[in-house]
């Protein structure tokens, strides 16, 4: 810097100022554009803590009359944004979905339109959801994507899903009229099913607790704590925000028990229980796209019905499907399949490589019943034999060997 | 700190202040390298039309059936209107601001280069509005090279597609003219997206003399920006990088319209601004100038 050199070029500050003074002045003007960004980084940082703070104070509550106060829950309309996270420790359940689900549902003739193939997609990542409901009829569920969305529509008979990436449209007429809302059912993410599917299964196992309160999308809210009683279980704690005013779940939260940050984590970020816009139920395919329809829909719908179903009962361990047998009970129940002789005949048969491959994926373990692999995820765990046999179940490794030893 | 600063006339500047911008639009609108990025810019979306055009002349749907590229790009062929946006969505990452990056590094460090910077500050218009009017002529860069591209994208559409009502993203329908308005909105909250980084391009334009050297570090930051806002494993730094929600304009095509992000992005925006705009102003007065 030769701060004299300026004032002599360009005829403005002269002589008289010391060049150590205009040094500090310089300086000084830099802090301007230091303020501005602590200021910014300052703002980021509070204003999410500061509207945190003050769980709001409501009058007590029993655990009873807050599950009461869901169930008696009545709210017809309603519209609102969710934002689901789901991180189940696998790589990425959409890639999956093909093998998981029977009847190959990304097959060339099915569109990618089609609601399951689609909202499976939801169980891996973050998610932002937008949800419309005007009474049983009328519903709307879109996934807000990148440039891109994809909407559920139900309306009266009609189901149309709309896939704006790729500009196919799904159609799907219902005979029977308003027996049958596969929209609503497809959907594994709000928080209203959740928390009924996990107070289903409170029982005796379960801890139900009235957990404080707490604010979700500007509403207040009671946060109801479910908790297994029995250990070995790798489900830690659900905990459910409830409104205040309706019962209405708002925030639905499952923490696995061996810690780290939620597997499900779904919550509207927005809600409002006025009557939605009509014309957001209406729906007329875009000139020009691709229209597929569902072909028999009452049968269709039945078999992906059955079909999801199954895979729902075959996730959290409780089927009874043929050769399947539960063990235990609850929180750690675990399901027992025989694959028998074809499965392990399989396994032994395979290339030394693939072994190799399976068992990279996998924990070697050995026991009582012999040896095998435990394949992890975040939630589920699977034990499969040197002998065939599968363990599945939400339960932890030990848990499954023990499992495994007993049956033996 | 310059005298000349403090002594301005107050009551001659406002005047001056408008003659001076008008002056340097001309100047950065009429050179002929600004010109010759707006033709690019305006070549886009025509290429893209003639494309997609060519693709679906038999029937065929466009692009795979995935819905991979750009955005959009499935609907150009069935309505006009949305070239408009597959244009902006494909320019908008890199093309564009680059367009932008250039002017920007080159409105300060252009006029050093040449020699010319000792007289504009001759005039008495103080070194803090001549930087005012600098950017203030970047922002109307910005704006006129959008509203380029989003007009060549109306224009060819219009001549090689149908045109009519047109169906938001989310299904719902909507006139074409409320399209045509959303096309002006998404226009201008494209423009307004590009401010921060026009702030940041004035800036590293302040710490050099030589405009080759701006224009080459503004273009290589975003290039930077971009690269980092991708890799996954950096994802904890993205919601702070200006190219972050850039994209988020394709929210206005949504029934209701999905604010939240449109609004994190406009806030993004405004806080780069502030930082290196203030920036760009404590070292541009208090920069020696030497040429």
């Known amino acids: 810097m030769a701060p004299n050199d300026s004032a002599e070029t360009t005829g403005e500050a002269t002589g008289e100022v010391t060049g150590g003074s205009v040094g500090r002045r310089k300086a000084a003007r830099y802090i301007v554009p230091v303020a501005v960004a602590g200021v910014a ?332 692999t435990v394949f992890k995820t975040r939630l589920v765990n699977a034990l499969l034999t040197d002998d065939g046999s599968v363990y599945v179940g939400a339960v932890t490794k030990d848990a499954l060997v023990k499992a495994a030893d007993t049956a033996r | 700190m310059s005298r000349a600063d403090l002594t301005a006339a107050p009551e001659r500047s406002a005047l001056w202040t408008f003659g001076l911008l008008g002056s340097e639009l001309t100047t950065v609108l009429r050179r002929g390298r600004t010109l010759a990025l707006l033709g690019v810019l305006a070549a886009v979306p025509v290429l893209i039309g003639i494309a997609v055009r060519i693709e679906t002349g038999d029937g065929s749907p466009a692009g795979p059936g995935g819905g991979g590229g750009p955005a959009f790009l499935s609907q150009v062929s069935h309505n006009g209107l949305f070239l408009v946006f597959a244009a902006l969505s494909a320019t908008l990452p890199v093309f564009l601001p680059m367009t932008v990056g250039v002017v920007a590094g080159d409105s300060v460090a252009g006029e050093a280069n040449a020699g010319t910077l000792r007289y504009l500050l001759v005039a008495p218009a103080g070194r803090s509005r001549l930087l005012l009017t600098k950017y203030t002529s970047v922002l109307v860069f910005c704006l006129v090279a959008t509203l380029v591209v989003a007009v060549s994208g109306l224009v060819a559409g219009a001549l090689l597609f149908p045109v009519g009502e047109v169906t938001t993203i989310s299904g719902t329908r909507i006139g074409f003219g409320e399209g045509l308005l959303r096309a002006g909105l998404i226009a201008l909250v494209v423009a307004v997206s590009l401010s921060g980084f026009a702030a940041l391009g004035l800036f590293v334009s302040t710490l050099t003399d030589s405009g080759i050297a701006a224009m080459a570090a503004t273009v290589g930051v975003l290039i930077t920006a971009q690269i980092v806002d991708g890799i996954p494993q950096l994802d904890a730094v993205g919601p702070y990088l200006f190219p972050h929600l850039w994209m988020s304009f394709t929210d206005l095509l949504r029934a209701p319209v999905y604010w939240d992000e449109i609004v994190r992005n406009l806030g993004v925006q405004a806080v780069y601004v502030a930082v290196f705009g203030s920036a760009a102003w404590a070292r541009f007065t208090t920069k020696d100038i030497t040429v």
Not at chain 1, 67 to 89: F, N, Y
Not at chain 1, 94 to 107: E, K, M, Y
Not at chain 1, 242 to 248: E, I, K, L, Q, T
Not at chain 1, 268 to 297: C, I, L, N, W, Y
């Open chain 1, 41 to 372: 980084a300052a703002t980021i940082g509070l204003v999410p803590a500061l509207a945190d703070s003050g769980d709001p104070d409501l009058p007590a509550i029993t655990a009873q009359e807050l599950v009461e106060k869901i169930a008696a829950s009545d709210e017809q309309q309603l519209s609102g944004t969710l934002k689901i996270s789901t991180d189940l420790g696998l790589p990425s359940l959409g890639g999956l979905t093909d093998s998981l689900l029977p009847g190959g549902q990304g097959g060339a003739d099915t569109s990618s339109a089609a609601p399951e193939a689609k909202l499976t997609e939801l169980a891996s990542g973050t998610h932002t959801l937008r949800l419309a409901a005007d009474g049983p009829d009328r519903q709307r569920l879109s996934v807000l994507g990148k440039g891109s969305e994809y909407s559920v529509v139900h309306n009266g008979a009609d189901v149309w899903a709309y896939d704006s990436a790729s500009d196919e449209v799904y159609h799907q007429r219902a005979e029977g009229g308003d027996k049958d809302h596969p929209a609503p059912k497809g959907v594994p993410g709000t928080p209203k099913e959740m928390a009924e599917e996990a107070l289903a299964a409170a029982d005796k196992t379960t801890s139900v607790t009235v957990d404080g309160t707490t604010r979700v999308a500007g509403r207040d809210a009671y946060r109801l704590l479910i908790k297994p009683k029995q250990s070995g279980s790798t489900i830690g704690a659900i905990r459910v925000a409830v409104d205040a005013a309706n019962g209405v779940p708002l925030k639905f939260t499952l923490a696995p028990s061996g810690g780290g940050k939620g597997v499900v984590d779904a919550g509207f970020t927005q809600v409002d229980f006025a009557k939605p816009d009509a014309s957001s139920f209406s729906f007329t395919p875009p000139k020009g796209a691709r229209v597929t329809e569902a072909d028999e829909p009452a049968e269709r719908t039945d078999e992906k019905a059955d079909e999801l179903g199954a895979f729902q009962k075959e996730l959290s361990g409780l089927g009874d499907l043929g050769a399947v047998n539960v063990i235990g009970e609850g929180w750690t129940a675990i399901a027992e399949i025989k694959a028998g002789e074809a499965a392990a005949g399989d396994l032994s048969g395979m290339p030394a490589e693939a072994q190799g491959l399976l068992g990279a994926f996998g924990d070697k373990v050995s026991g009582d019943f012999g040896s095998g």
